[in-house]
Nanobody
């Protein structure tokens, strides 16, 4: 089995910062990419940021310049540094991993991020 465990969520004020972490463990041969998605109540889950093991990244337009995704291939870990947080960033953030040779992605259980005064 493969497990993804997220951490780092919480309550922050607008303009504040938060860092999310996700560690993959279990029966892993190779990971092609990991990323972060988020889902607010009543809305579709959306891509926030993604990084490949080769270091290529992509971001949602709404977070460009504010969020930074990084990874540690040796530890099968990905981080999301979130700066200048806005109330509209409030959502459950889910870690995602695409394993080499496996058609379906793996998902973490999610961590709540709330941006409010």
């Amino acid at each position: 089995q493969v497990q993804l465990v997220e951490s780092g969520g919480g309550l922050v004020q607008p303009g504040g910062s938060l860092r999310l972490s996700c560690a993959a463990s279990g029966s892993i041969f190779s990971i092609n990419a990991m990323g972060w998605y988020r889902q607010a109540p009543g809305k579709q889950r959306e891509l926030v940021a993604r990084i490949t093991t080769g270091g290529s990244t992509n971001y949602a337009d709404s977070v460009k310049g504010r969020f930074t995704i990084s990874g540690d291939n040796a530890k099968n870990t990905v981080h999301l540094q979130m700066n200048s947080l806005k109330p509209e960033d409030t959502a459950v953030y889910y870690c995602n991993a695409q394993l080499a040779g496996i058609w379906r992605p793996y998902w973490g259980q999610g961590t709540q991020v709330t941006v409010s005064s």
